[in-house]
Structures are given as structure tokens and as C-alpha cells.
């Protein structure tokens, strides 16, 4: 199926009908000149839906988020970087809607037609000083040509922009869709630390477009890991305008499979991104677990392998200890029998029945030593699988995720603290 997607330039704002800004408010250093607001715009009503974090604290504009997609579709997005907004009360609440009001105000729109974003240190309050009188002018900005710049306004730890945007056809009407992710550390299933905004001009209903989104995150950003922490602000949104001028797609037909097709190409390629990005890691690593009893059990193994520290911190030092890996397939809570796992490295035996494979060490080191390898653990048990998308673990990320607390200083001259 990805053949029949073409990429193409433009990120967010490739799809018809939308228009993007960022501008730099210095959210978390005054001095700070990079872009740090952004704002997504249909010129038109949307279609829309999210997913949201699963951590029990969540931020403020999550809950703000969620509130505004029960009460109908959205139809702009702003966002920021440099304040999670999160662990912050009330007073956070209150921030979360000025900043969705303003945005309202100066498009004429409902104010729970915005969705906001906010990704950076928690427990600060924002410095809505620097934000809430700049909204005009972010509103000012908007193009179709700025997909990039929001793109680049929402990222924190991460070393670059991470978009990507497609046309492909659908009945015969060609359809855009463009996506961009910030995400580097606390980066874990159910979600990741991440935020993900997809613009679309396909025509479908929100409940077709909540389905679709619901399949497609489960199979691409929850299916990633890096250092196994969850955050309190990670959301997907995704907007729908129609613009393409296609018929309305219809849940389960075949336009719908060709656009779901296409969300889940834009959601994966956005995904492994965000490893590939991981905060100081210097591997990429599929991990596939097949000959599962159950769908349940193959996820158990993937995600015990994937996340265990032991297993991370060989593949750092180019070790291939396959003996790690079946201690996490083992402590996975799956049913296995020990006597019938097999594991391989880039399709080269590691351990076969549970035992030492007759592969030379040698081949297998080097393997490991590559930045991009697969791991695939056989259970010989069953016909389920699943797949997983991880990193190792270095001592350059331990070193980067000692201290944050600087941030608070600054905190203190703006008096919020």
C-alpha cells in the first residue's frame, strides 16, 4: 500500500484549507529567540478526533481537549513548547482556556472548537504574560506555507522537526495528508511523551475518523518505546475538512480502507521518528514476537523486551546477550515454555529451544553494532504476533536527565513561583 502514497512537502499545512504560524514568545527563557507557539487553522468545519494520554495526572490541556471533543469537532489547534502546563491546578485550567479563547476570539469561533497543546517542565505555571498578548499577531500569521515552523515550535528535547505529508487517491479524487511529532524522552506505550497533529482533506464523518484514529495510534505510537515513562500531556489530534471534494467516506467501505491505509503510513513514519530521535539513544530496533497463543501474550513479550533496561544497555555496549532477553520473556507474565523459544538477531539464530544457537558470537556482535537491527523472538506456541519499536539505553541519557530544575529559576524572576 505505501507505493500508492506520495510524499510530498508541507507537513501540516499541505492539505487544502488549513493555514499554520508559530511565533517565539520565550516561553521558558525570555532571551530564547526559537519557535515556541504554533497555531492550525481550517478555514472550514472539520471532521475531528484524538487520543490522549492514560497516565491518571494529566495536564491541563488535556482535560481542556477532551472536554472540547465531547462537546462537538474542533477545528483549530494551538500549541506550545517549553511549559507542560501540568500539575498546576486551577490556575492551569484557567490558562489553558485563555489561551483557547483567545485564538477563538480572534477567528470568531467557539472557543471549544480550539484544541490546546502544551509540552515542557511539569509543575510550572505557564507565563501567560508572554503568550496570552502575542495570540493576535500568531493569529496574524497564518499561511499555508508554514506547516515547518509548527512543526519546529512543539519540539523539546528533540534534536529536529520531525513532519511528513502524502497525496494519494481515493475514488478517483486525490487527498492530502500531512502530520508532525514532538517526542524524545519519557517515551512509553499508552501513549508516549509526545504530540502528534494530522491534517487531512479527506471527507469522512468524526465516527469514521474516531475509529480510524483509535486502529491506527494502537499500531503505530503505542507501539513504541524508549525509556518506558509515560508523561501527563501526550495527545494525537487529528482534523478533517473535506476540502478534496469527495464524497463522504463511509465506515468499512473501500475508501475507507485506503484512507485508514494512509493514517496509519503517516502515524507509523511519525513514530519511529520519535525513536529514531530518542533522547542521546544510538540504536533502532524492531523487536517481533510470533508464535504467540494470544494476541495478549505477543505484546506481554514485546513490550517486557522492549522496555527492559538489562536488555537496552547490551544493545548500547553492541552486546548481543540473547540470555537477557529470554529473562524478559520470561518475567513478561506471558505463557511461554522456555524449551521452545528461539531468538534472532537480524535472522541470525541466537538461541534456538532455549539454548545457546551455534551462531558465532562474532556475527551476531556485529550485528548489534549496527544503528538499525531486528530482533525476533519465535514462542512456537501459536499463530499471534506482534511488533514493537524501541531504542537502546546510554549513559549520555542518564547524564542529559539528571537535572531540569534550571528551568525554575526563571520561574522565580516571572514571579509564578
Not at 300 to 323: C, I, Q, Y
Amino acid at each position: 500500500m505505501e507505493s500508492h502514497f506520495t510524499k510530498i512537502k508541507g507537513g501540516v499545512g499541505a492539505p487544502q484549507g488549513f493555514l499554520t504560524a508559530a511565533i517565539s514568545c520565550g516561553i521558558k527563557n525570555p532571551d530564547a529567540t526559537r519557535l515556541d507557539l504554533a497555531l492550525i487553522h481550517s478555514d472550514v468545519p472539520c471532521a475531528s478526533a484524538g487520543t490522549f494520554t492514560t497516565n491518571r495526572v494529566k495536564a491541563a490541556p488535556v482535560k481542556l481537549s477532551q472536554a472540547h471533543l465531547r462537546k462537538g469537532n474542533l477545528r483549530c489547534i494551538i500549541a506550545n513548547s517549553g511549559n507542560a502546563n501540568a500539575c498546576t491546578g486551577v490556575v492551569g485550567i484557567r490558562d489553558a482556556k485563555a489561551m483557547c479563547s483567545g485564538v477563538a476570539k480572534a477567528l470568531s469561533l467557539r472557543t471549544s472548537e480550539v484544541g490546546v497543546c502544551s509540552t515542557g517542565v511539569i509543575g510550572l505555571p505557564m507565563p501567560m504574560v508572554r503568550i496570552e498578548n502575542r495570540i493576535p499577531e500568531l493569529v496574524e500569521k497564518l499561511s499555508p506555507r508554514s506547516g515547518a515552523d509548527v512543526a519546529a515550535a512543539i519540539i523539546t528535547s528533540d534534536t529536529h522537526a520531525k513532519e511528513v505529508a502524502i497525496s494519494f487517491e481515493i475514488d478517483g479524487h486525490t487527498v492530502k495528508m500531512g502530520g508532525c511529532v514532538k517526542g524524545a524522552g519519557m517515551i512509553s506505550p499508552s501513549m508516549a511523551t509526545m504530540l502528534c497533529f494530522i491534517t487531512t482533506d479527506a471527507n469522512l464523518s468524526s465516527d469514521c475518523l474516531r475509529k480510524c484514529t483509535l486502529e491506527c495510534v494502537e499500531e503505530s505510537f503505542n507501539r513504541i518505546t524508549i525509556d518506558g515513562d509515560m508523561s501527563t500531556n501526550d495527545t494525537v489530534l487529528i482534523l478533517a475538512n473535506g476540502k478534496s471534494g469527495m464524497p463522504s467516506i463511509r465506515r468499512n467501505s473501500s475508501a475507507c480502507k485506503i484512507f485508514r491505509a494512509a493514517l496509519q503510513y503517516v502515524m507509523l513514519t511519525l513514530a519511529k521518528a520519535v525513536v529514531r530521535d530518542g533522547e542521546r539513544v544510538t540504536k533502532f530496533v524492531t523487536v517481533e514476537v510470533k508464535g504467540a497463543r494470544t494476541y495478549l501474550d505477543a505484546k506481554k513479550v514485546a513490550e517486557a523486551v522492549s522496555k527492559s533496561a538489562l536488555v537496552k544497555s547490551s544493545w548500547n555496549g553492541g552486546d548481543p546477550n540473547w540470555g537477557r532477553i529470554i529473562h524478559a520473556v520470561g518475567y513478561s507474565r506471558a505463557r511461554i515454555r522456555e524449551e521452545l523459544v528461539d531468538i534472532f538477531i537480524n535472522e541470525k539464530a541466537a538461541c534456538l529451544g532455549g539454548l545457546q544457537a551455534p551462531t558465532p558470537m562474532d556475527e551476531l556482535r556485529a550485528i548489534v553494532a549496527q544503528p538499525d537491527f531486528t530482533i525476533n523472538i519465535h514462542l512456537n506456541q501459536g499463530e499471534a504476533s506482534y511488533t514493537m519499536y524501541t531504542s537502546d539505553l546510554s549513559p549520555e541519557y542518564v547524564d542529559f536527565n539528571r537535572s531540569e530544575y534550571a528551568y525554575w529559576k526563571q520561574a522565580r524572576k516571572d514571579g509564578l513561583v
